[in-house]
């Protein structure tokens, strides 16, 4: 067993580099400049898979580059969104494994007060393989393909940047909240949408809370089938959108039960 505490980074990119098999890593932010260093040392032939929280708010605020995930599809890598992460989990050949605090960023590896644990214990490596799979096999995560990185950097860039003012630091106590809600984004969002994702997107537009279950969507399977009357199956077409709308990260999953949150407003 090794401690691992900032600067960690060396110690990860020897990891990746001594890896001859898989590389499995969660981790809610990612940066290009990691992932590009990541591929340059990654031996080929050695797989890597990587479970993120892929939503625009994440974008939009910097903290998740989406050229950085374009760099890993490009590598023939494996992405995966599971929008309630907040794991950090390193494995490397179902051999070695790291929990720890930190994102696979200039901050979680180098600047960023992290803390966690490298070990090689064969059951313990296992059982967090286990759970990883487990994650990448849930009914609530989603692949992220080019198309969806695709389609968030067009409408990120019709969403104009907010100022930031520097301000200093009075907070003593962080509580956890969900991704923050983007504000005023309709239109940008809608001119870049079609068909099918730019009606469901609309009807979702349309319902009045912010949370909302798939009963309030089917409150417009009539207008739907009308818009679209060679379709016999509005429902599955409905559900479908909204799968899309949620690994685009354009709205959360927050319940078995069907029940979502919408990601603007």
């Known amino acids: 067993m090794e401690v691992i505490k900032n600067p960690w980074k060396e110690r990860l990119m020897t990891l990746i580099k001594e890896s001859e098999k898989s590389i499995q890593i969660t981790s809610p932010f990612v940066k290009e400049n990691i992932c590009r260093e990541i591929f340059e040392l990654k031996n080929k032939g050695v797989s890597f898979e990587l479970i993120t929280s892929f939503n ?5 605020n910097g903290a998740l580059d989406l050229s950085g995930l374009d760099l890993i599809i490009q590598n023939k890598g494996i992405i995966k969104n599971y929008p309630k992460l907040h794991s950090k989990i390193y494995i490397f050949d179902s051999k070695r494994a790291i929990i720890t605090s930190g994102n696979l960023t ?9 803390y966690g644990i490298l070990f090689d214990e064969v059951s313990v490596v296992k059982e967090v ?7 990448a096999k849930n009914e609530i995560t989603g692949s992220v393909t080019n198309e969806h990185i695709r389609q968030a950097s067009i409408i990120l860039s019709k969403i104009p940047k907010i100022e930031k003012i520097t301000m200093p630091t009075i907070e003593i106590e962080h509580k956890e909240t969900s991704p923050f809600v983007l504000e ?6 809608s001119s870049t949408l079609r068909g099918w994702k730019l009606s469901v997107f609309k009807c979702v537009d349309a319902i009045q809370k912010q949370e909302f279950v798939l ?5 417009f399977e009539k207008e739907l089938q009308k818009i679209y009357p060679e379709n016999n199956n509005v429902r599955a077409k409905i559900r479908q959108q909204i799968q899309f709308l949620r690994d685009l990260g354009l709205i959360e999953f927050l319940s078995n039960d ?3 949150r919408k990601l603007w407003k």
Not at 56 to 60: C, E, G, P, R, T
Not at 129 to 135: A, L
């Open 258 to 260: 069907g029940k979502y």
């Open 215 to 219: 009963q309030d969507i089917y409150l």
């Open 56 to 60: 625009l708010s994440n974008a939009y």
């Open 129 to 135: 393989e286990k759970d990883f799979e487990n994650i």
């Open 106 to 114: 200039n901050g979680g590896l180098l600047t960023n007060y992290e």
């Open 184 to 189: 005023d984004v309709n239109e940008s969002i």
